[in-house]
């Protein structure tokens, strides 16, 4: 696969406060840079004014701007902070927080965070009006151990208010070396806001977990990362050679990924039919099928899942349960259902923007809120007892027995 093909099939869009920092996705179109200049924008400007709009921008204006900071600025300026500065604003004004412009840096990191290595406290975060949203902490992590849960709203890192931050500003005041602290000023619900002290430590995650609990398989997926495939595929040889009854798929906390691994872990699930739709705003729908050659298809299978099960998880279980394979069984899932390009452009910095939207077989919209589970189970916190596990397990051996 190519890197351009590569960069088509990311799916997940959630910011990642990890070790290494952004894992928030964005994209565009391949080569559009290419095509406009300083001296050819105003007149593509122009171009792409709708009827109604009759009145250009002063686009003299910015060039004033820098004049007037090169004379009168009293320290240096960086023309290229300022340069990658005015494109994060101009892309920040569309109002879309999955569509975003990442520094060289801030790209680099990104795809480092796939790779299942980062150094920090590991935690996904998401930029949602203004607020600062913890979307799953990452199993084992320092955040996980210091009891972070979804839908934490972060108001302050280390003193600094993050109101007014873009989620790349965010990630860098909660990224640092390992053994450094950070203090994330959180509120849960309607709580007070509580300082939660957290050390940073290096965390390296496998994205697939095996275990066996009597007949029953429990595969849990943590992300859809670089690392999933080979992983995944590995845990099916060992269930089928386990002559499993039934399998739990645990994908709590999984922010998504790569399309194209959840499309591959849906179809091993499935006899056939349609896994997930990318629908564009022209109207033209690109269908993503099961090849029939699943070989879980005949196996029970009960999915479960909460607030942090977002974007590829959501629509590995979206496709599984509109397809009658599969329960949902846990709590809402975060409702991340928007497909995002990435143009990466000569110096490393790249632009990924919204360009489509998920729909399970049975037509529902992922970013409309998210999916429902068919039972709900709340989860307890962080008790030495996973008893939302167990009571799936228990859901799952009544379909087994059915």
Known sequence: MGKKELFRQLVSIIGIGLLLGSFYL????????????????????????????????????????????????????????????????GVYSLNDPYTSFSTPVENKEFFTSLNGLYEGVGIEIDLIDDRVLVVAPLEGSPADAAGLAPKDEILAIDGRIVSGLDLGEVLSLIKGPKGSSVVLTIVRGKDDPKDITIVRDVVKIKSVQLKFEDEVAILKITKFGSDTEKLFNRAVTQILQNDS???????????????????????????????VEERFKDGSVTPFSADGNGKLAKIPVVILV??????????????????????????HTYGKGSVQEIEEFPDGSALR??????????????????????????GDGNGAEDSQLQRAIAELKKVIGE
């Open 306 to 331: 909460d607030g942090g099960s977002a974007s590829a998880a959501e629509i590995v279980a979206g496709a599984l349960r509109d397809n009658e394979r599969a329960k949902i069984v846990g709590e």
């Open 353 to 378: 923007i919204t360009i489509a939207h998920w729909y399970t077989p049975g037509g529902v919209s992922i970013s409309d809120g998210g999916l429902n589970p068919d039972i709900v189970i709340k």
């Open 26 to 89: 964005l994209g565009f179109t391949k080569g559009y840079y290419q095509r406009v200049n300083a001296s050819t924008f105003s007149t593509v400007f122009k171009q792409k004014l709708s009827a109604s709009e009759s009145t250009l921008p002063d686009f003299a204006l910015y060039e004033t701007v820098l004049d007037i900071l090169k004379d009168k600025y009293y320290e240096d300026v960086n023309y290229l902070d300022l340069l990658y500065g005015s494109i994060k604003g």
């Open 245 to 275: 009854k039934g399998i739990l798929l645990d994908l709590r906390n999984n922010p998504g990924g790569f399309l194209d691994t959840g499309v591959k872990v849906a179809n091993e699930f499935l006899p056939g039919g349609l896994i």
